[in-house]
């Protein structure tokens, strides 16, 4: 059993652990770091799909890293380039030597007399078990299982002569040339799964329960093109990427308070791309409003380009049962099927599937509450990277990641070793992740929550949190600065000592 020790422990190597690990090289070059990964490669999500057609839904210039500008001519990139991209930016920054393939992280212990926590991970492909301890712990985990995806009953399955397939672990070997395919799903998976198989596929269904809002969208940018032309990579890439966050904003903030106008607006989008007297309101409008889950991406309308040349098609109904040769719907009509997906969502799955204990006391997710949206009441010395549900994830990753510079040097600057986050006052609660999509109503009694009002709460709103976050306060009534060994106040908190000259100083 191997042990030793860094300053910074990262779980994860996916897109917010590289960008993780390339901010403390970039802010805290003094302090030492390990990633821990439990696949065999960089990537997290980029590498781990490969169904076809696998892309970004958020453009390119707000999903990259705010130190590195996109270069690539799309906006909407395919998975390979993101992947690519991600390897790239680590490379430059020297991260690859600091990762740890193949380790599963179980557990995380803190000691409040050390002011240390104690990882324990397991090697994939050995078994072995590896110890190492770590002053902070950063989980940049994501939030669904990658070895599960999720699949809901299948009444009949069993009768299928055909292949039943979910895009999480898309078969490398899977030919669909000529072959008729049913996607089960509405999300952004199905509707980027649907145009892109319909390009060498006999005939593709997208069967859906019930419709989701699909918006197109150019996959180049036509400012970026621009302005490419006559300013320097990095300022380009600032310009372009504040254009996109203000569209962003402005675009969910008009969902919030006009649904009806966006609801308008995007059902007028569909019907011109769709054949004349198609059904808008039966297979492409929603019975919510707009952004109480995700909007799809369609780039440059594909879906409604396959759907208006007879490649694709979409079933709004439910699932009978399957038969030997496809899947009968509720209404009788049989779709005849050589190859059924299953796009039917993720399995959430809070920090990794990660046990945390403080000092000897089980953590019980559910009953902390995020700090910020990326600590944990009663937590000491840990974030977590969840990013935007209405933005781009990267844009909350990067704030993250800075924030925790920020905090790190801040300890180093006022000789305090721990930062320790508050629940809020009053007892209102709200979910962490605001969304009603499927694989967010499963699993919300099992994530952190909210307090109702900041520092306790997310408010998807990116220039508010640059505000908070780059620029705000570091010491707040939300959490509490100590020193290694200090007795613990009631209800577990552990005495801060007085303030300095020194730390009102810092304070920023």
């Known amino acids: 059993m191997a042990s030793d020790h860094v300053d910074v422990l990262i779980i994860g190597a996916g897109l917010s652990g590289v960008g993780a690990a390339c901010h403390l090289r970039r802010d805290c070059p003094d302090k030492t770091y390990a990633v821990l990964e439990a696949r065999d490669a960089i990537g997290g999500t980029w590498d781990l799909f490969r169904y076809p057609g696998i892309r970004s839904d958020s453009d390119m210039f707000t999903l990259g890293y705010s130190f590195r500008p996109w270069t690539a001519p799309k906006a909407i990139a395919d998975g390979t380039t993101i992947r690519e991209y991600v390897r790239e930016t680590a490379r430059e920054y020297d991260v690859p030597r600091h990762i740890r393939f193949r380790h599963?992280?179980?557990?995380?212990?803190?000691?409040?007399?050390?002011?240390?926590?104690?990882?324990?991970?397991?090697?994939?492909?050995?078994?072995?078990?590896?110890?190492?301890?770590?002053?902070?712990?950063?989980?940049?985990?994501?939030?669904?299982?990658?070895?599960e995806g999720y699949t809901p009953p299948l009444p009949g399955v069993d009768a299928y002569a055909g292949q039943v397939v979910h895009p999480q672990h898309w078969p490398?070997?899977?030919?669909?040339?000529?072959?008729?395919?049913?996607?089960?799903?509405?999300?952004?998976?199905?509707?980027?799964?649907?145009?892109?198989?319909?390009?060498?596929?006999?005939?593709?269904?997208?069967?859906?329960?019930?419709?989701?809002?699909?918006?197109?969208?150019?996959?180049?940018?036509?400012?970026?093109?621009?302005?490419?032309?006559?300013?320097?990579?990095?300022?380009?890439?600032?310009?372009?990427?504040?254009?996109?966050?203000?569209?962003?904003?402005?675009?969910?903030?008009?969902?919030?308070?006009?649904?009806?106008?966006?609801?308008?607006v995007l059902r007028r989008a569909a019907r011109a791309r769709l054949p004349v007297g198609y059904d808008v309101d039966r297979h492409f409008s929603p019975g919510y409003d707009p952004w109480d889950q995700r909007l799809c991406v369609a780039p440059d309308g594909d879906l409604f380009?396959?759907?208006?040349?007879?490649?694709?098609?979409?079933?709004?109904?439910?699932?009978?049962?399957?038969?030997?040769?496809?899947?009968?719907?509720?209404?009788?009509?049989?779709?005849?099927?050589?190859?059924?997906?299953?796009?039917?969502?993720?399995?959430?799955?809070?920090?990794?599937?990660?046990?945390?204990?403080?000092?000897?006391?089980?953590?019980?997710?559910?009953?902390?509450?995020?700090?910020?949206?990326?600590?944990?009441?009663?937590?000491?010395?840990?974030?977590?990277?969840?990013?935007?549900?209405?933005?781009?994830?990267?844009l909350k990753a990067d704030l993250v990641a800075g924030y925790v510079c920020r905090l790190l040097r801040h300890l180093d600057r006022t000789g305090r070793q721990v930062v320790t986050p508050l629940p809020p006052p009053g007892a209102e609660r709200v979910p962490l992740i605001d969304l009603r999509s499927g694989y967010v109503l499963r699993a919300v009694d099992t994530l952190p929550q909210q307090g109702a009002a900041a520092p306790w709460r997310l408010h998807q709103n990116y220039p508010r949190d640059v505000l908070l976050m780059r620029h705000g306060r570091l010491t707040d009534e939300g959490v509490r600065f100590s020193r290694a060994g200090e007795a613990a106040a009631p209800g577990g908190v552990r005495r801060p000592v007085p303030s300095t000259a020194g730390d009102r100083q810092h304070r920023r």
């Open 104 to 147: 599963r992280v179980l557990r995380a212990e803190w000691h409040s007399d050390t002011a240390r926590w104690t990882v324990t991970a397991q090697r994939t492909d050995t078994a072995e078990t590896v110890v190492l301890t770590c002053s902070f712990l950063f989980a940049c985990t994501g939030y669904y299982r990658y070895d």
């Open 172 to 264: 490398a070997d899977l030919d669909h040339t000529g072959k008729r395919v049913v996607v089960v799903g509405s999300g952004a998976t199905a509707v980027t799964l649907v145009p892109a198989m319909a390009r060498r596929a006999a005939q593709v269904t997208m069967l859906q329960r019930s419709p989701t809002y699909v918006m197109p969208l150019s996959s180049r940018d036509r400012l970026a093109d621009a302005v490419r032309r006559w300013l320097p990579a990095k300022i380009a890439y600032q310009v372009v990427r504040a254009k996109n966050v203000l569209l962003a904003t402005v675009t969910f903030q008009l969902s919030r308070r006009a649904p009806g106008l966006v609801r308008r």
């Open 305 to 394: 380009t396959a759907v208006r040349e007879g490649r694709a098609s979409v079933v709004t109904d439910t699932i009978d049962t399957f038969t030997g040769r496809g899947v009968r719907l509720t209404s009788g009509v049989e779709l005849p099927a050589d190859i059924v997906v299953t796009a039917t969502g993720l399995n959430l799955l809070a920090l990794g599937g990660l046990t945390l204990r403080v000092d000897g006391v089980d953590v019980d997710l559910p009953n902390t509450v995020a700090y910020k949206g990326m600590m944990l009441s009663g937590v000491p010395n840990f974030a977590l990277t969840l990013g935007y549900t209405n933005a781009s994830w990267t």
